[in-house]
């Protein structure tokens, strides 16, 4: 069982920046490739990020290349996005999702997820 708990959303003017964090629980944390997802009001939730175990591996959607990070610390069991140039259009609710490596991923698809995160609200005003 793995927990997930995000963290570092809120209320920033565009332009700006925020740094999410996702705290996972259990020991196995860098044996999952984790990813972050985002949803909207009204809309679908959309893939942003992804990491694989190593770190190597970074997948981000094309809305947000250039402007957002993702990163793994595995000793502290804990994935960030770091989020820059901020757009109106990035508001939603995000996600992080656990997938298990010994397992086919498709980092961009939810149901490839096995844990997901209560999520955490970021609003970006114009």
């Known amino acids: 069982q793995v927990q997930l708990v995000e963290s570092g959303g809120g209320l920033v003017q565009a332009g700006g920046s925020l740094r999410l964090s996702c705290a996972a629980s259990g020991r196995t944390f860098s044996t999952w490739n984790m990813g972050w997802f985002r949803q909207a009001p009204g809309k679908e939730r959309e893939f942003v990020a992804a990491?694989?175990?190593?770190?190597?591996?970074?997948p981000y959607a094309d809305s947000v290349k250039g402007r957002f990070t993702i990163s793994r610390d595995n000793a502290k069991n804990t994935v960030y996005l770091q989020m820059n140039s901020l757009k109106p259009e990035d508001t939603a609710v995000y996600y992080c999702a656990a997938h298990f490596s010994s397992h086919p991923w498709g980092p961009m698809t939810p149901s490839g997820y096995k844990y997901w995160g209560q999520g955490t609200q970021v609003t970006v005003a114009s």
């Open positions: 990491i694989s175990v190593s770190g190597s591996f970074t």
